[in-house]
């Protein structure tokens, strides 16, 4: 997508992919990351490296929205703890370095956390702006942080009391509603590269009724390639902290994206050839 941005002209909402013959506009994810790629393309020639660079310095930036969001919860040192394990991970540092949106799609979640959880704290408009802007992002980029984002906006309502306010409730709109735009925008595309439809959801996710999948995802992908083990023993120990402190709607949470985790895994997994960037 990049290099066509690149070769035929930097045409933002004409993404365009060569995956089956000549170039063609194509149903893809949001093409931000792409198109600030073909960018560079532009400044300083057709290098891989750019793209690699454009991931490390999105995956850096991520990083620290992560400690700054924790660190306003916990502490200093959890936040710096929690942000270094995190880009210690190894299926972390892999998705990172590749050329590929998932850096950025992190580094819009991550700064949604932060900024959203900012807002709530001081209600300044400017932070309520941000968080809008980069809760939206990250489905578009990964329509799968949909449920994270909406996840964690359930959440920061509940603790805080803002799921009284019907002003809060217009926010997932918001999100939800531009992110809906632009799929519903990219199936008029003559090319689909993605899985849009409800047949092909439901396909992606049929391996989840079979034994194996449960045995191979919990047995080896989650805890060697996702958590790593060492995460994995930090996440149990987590855990149990929240539950003696009676964090039950946080232990909740957790548990919830754990089990997300591994179904992103076999999503992820399952469409790997079809990268496109």
């Not at 217009?170 to 439809?197: C, D, F, N, R």
Request: hydrophobic share 50%; with cysteine.
């Amino acid at each position: 997508m990049a290099r066509d941005y690149f070769r035929h002209g930097m045409h933002f909402f004409r993404p365009e992919t060569d995956l089956f013959g000549p170039s063609t506009w194509s149903g893809t994810e949001f093409p931000l990351y792409s198109y600030l790629l073909a960018v560079g393309y532009k400044l300083f020639g057709l290098h891989e490296i750019l793209g690699r660079l454009l991931s490390v310095f999105l995956t850096a930036w991520s990083a620290l929205f992560l400690f700054a969001f924790v660190r306003r919860r916990l502490g200093n040192a959890v936040g710096l703890w929690s942000a270094l394990v995190m880009c210690s991970i190894p299926a972390h540092i892999y998705f990172t370095r590749t050329v590929q949106p998932e850096s950025m799609a992190l580094w819009a979640f991550l700064g949604f956390l932060n900024t959203f959880d900012r807002w709530l704290l001081a209600s300044r408009r400017r932070d309520l702006l941000f968080a809008l802007a980069l809760g939206t992002l990250a489905p578009l980029l990964k329509l799968p942080f949909a449920y994270l984002v909406i996840g964690m906006w359930g959440v920061f309502g509940w603790q805080s009391g803002s799921l009284r306010r019907p002003f809060y409730w217009l926010i997932p709109v918001i999100m939800m509603g531009l992110t809906e735009a632009w799929y519903a925008y990219a199936k008029h595309a003559p090319g689909q590269v993605l899985p849009l439809g409800i047949k092909d959801q439901l396909q992606n996710l049929a391996p989840i009724l079979k034994r194996h999948f449960w045995e191979s995802h919990f047995v080896s992908r989650f805890p060697e390639i996702c958590a790593t083990y060492t995460g994995l023993a930090l996440g149990i120990y987590g855990a149990v902290g929240l539950w003696k402190r009676r964090e039950k709607l946080w232990f909740l949470w957790f548990g919830v994206t754990v089990f997300y985790t591994v179904l992103l895994g076999q999503y992820g997994w399952t469409h790997t050839n079809k990268s496109v960037i």
